[in-house]
């Protein structure tokens, strides 16, 4: 018999006519949900802008800074001469490059000296885009600083307000300007971290007194200015710390009264006239071994200010060494090494007289000595 499946089947209509029904409510009621809105027409006109308003009074004076002293800020790409293993023709390349600024209207240029060292030739772009060949002028490696001269019309030559480092606060607002990794005329800003900062020279010497900034301070950026929130030189940026490379928000510039008075004496004599007493002292590893605490005197030379002074220098008798005069202070200031001797004495002049505190035989005594000038 053929009955049982017509009758399934015809019980399987009711319930495919309900699954229909219902699946047809939920597209209904979700169709709405479930498709994407249709695309609006694309506007035939652009959006319109909303007004800015004013400056800030911070980004204001960031701006009027950059403004000013821009164009006394310069570019400096050092050379060296290369000669080729095989054909051994001589050519020039590129070796560093660093910033500086623009220091009179003579064409002089201030920057680092770790950045023209042992360069060949060095070419100087000014914020015009005009390229000029720098001429040394003079150098002082113990403070980082070099002086060269280029031969750009006045019109070129935009100078920069000289402010004053020794009124400097820790917090003030600065501004750093220069061409970190060649990018020309980028300026950071940041405050004065700290001050009364010391670091070390290319020389080994120990810079005291140097301004600790957080202004972003990269390769490239050395040898340019420090600018105060008025656009005033408060310093030259001259190192980083980093164990990366880069820059961590610890940088350092010689500060601006150090440079006023080392450029007009490079400018003037191609040096800096440095002051001294005219003795050869005891290497730090010799004074240790002897446990001398200050600066041994090993030789006095004849005719010096030290001799005239009365100073003595070691002196050997027979297998005995007698230890000259040991200097422990100059004018009150204590004195442990040679260093320390020689930046005290480099903020006096020639003609000065100092006091010297000296331990001789086992006694303190004090000496005057008129200051010479040294080599």
């Known amino acids: 018999m053929r009955v049982a499946p017509l009758a399934r089947s015809a019980r399987r209509v009711p319930i495919l006519l309900l699954l229909t029904i219902i699946l047809g409510g939920f597209w209904w009621f979700f169709q709405d ?16 802008v909303t007004a800015r308003g004013d400056f800030t009074a911070a980004e204001k004076t960031a701006i009027e800074v950059f403004r000013s002293a821009s164009p006394s800020v310069l570019f400096v790409t050092t050379l ?14 590129p070796r560093g490059t660093g910033s500086g600024f623009i220091w009179d209207h003579q064409g002089h240029v201030v920057t680092n ?7 060949s030739r060095v070419q100087i772009t000014l914020a015009d885009q005009s390229s000029w060949t720098g001429r040394v002028v003079g150098v002082a490696p113990d403070k980082d600083l070099a002086v060269l001269k280029i031969d750009a019309p006045v019109a070129n030559l935009a100078l920069l307000s000289l402010g004053d480092s020794t009124n400097l606060v820790v917090g003030q607002q600065v501004f750093a300007i220069g061409n970190p990794f060649g990018l020309d005329q980028t300026m950071t800003s940041g405050i004065v971290s700290a001050l009364g900062r010391e670091i070390r020279a290319v020389t080994g010497r120990t810079i005291h007194g140097v301004i600790q900034t957080d202004a972003a301070i990269n390769p490239g950026n050395s040898g340019g200015p420090l600018l105060d929130s008025a656009g005033r030189l408060i310093g030259v940026n001259t190192a980083i710390y980093s164990p990366g490379g880069g820059s961590a928000g610890i940088g350092f510039a010689m500060p601006v009264n150090v440079v006023n008075r080392v450029v007009p004496e490079i400018i ?10 005219g003795i050869t002292v005891a290497h730090e590893q010799l004074a240790r071994q002897l446990r001398v605490d200050g600066v041994l005197i090993v030789n006095v030379r004849p005719g010096s200010a030290a ?18 005069d040991i200097i422990v ?14 930046n005290i004495l480099d903020k006096l002049r020639v003609g000065d007289t100092v006091e010297l505190t000296i331990m001789r035989d ?13 080599g």
């Open 329 to 342: 202070a100059v004018a009150g200031r204590g004195v442990r090494d040679f260093d320390e001797l020689r």
């Open 307 to 324: 001799e005239q002074g009365g100073l003595r220098g070691s002196r050997q008798i027979g297998n005995q060494l007698i230890l000259g």
């Open 80 to 93: 060296e001469l290369r000669r080729d293993l095989f054909s051994l023709n001589i050519y020039e390349l």
């Open 268 to 277: 003037r004599y191609g040096r800096i006239i440095q002051p001294g007493l």
């Open 113 to 119: 000296y770790h950045v023209i060292e042992n360069a």
């Open 362 to 374: 086992g006694a303190k005594i004090t000496v005057n000595v008129v200051l010479e000038e040294v």
């Open 33 to 48: 949900r479930l498709m994407p809105p249709p695309l609006a027409e694309p506007s035939e006109e652009p959006r319109a």
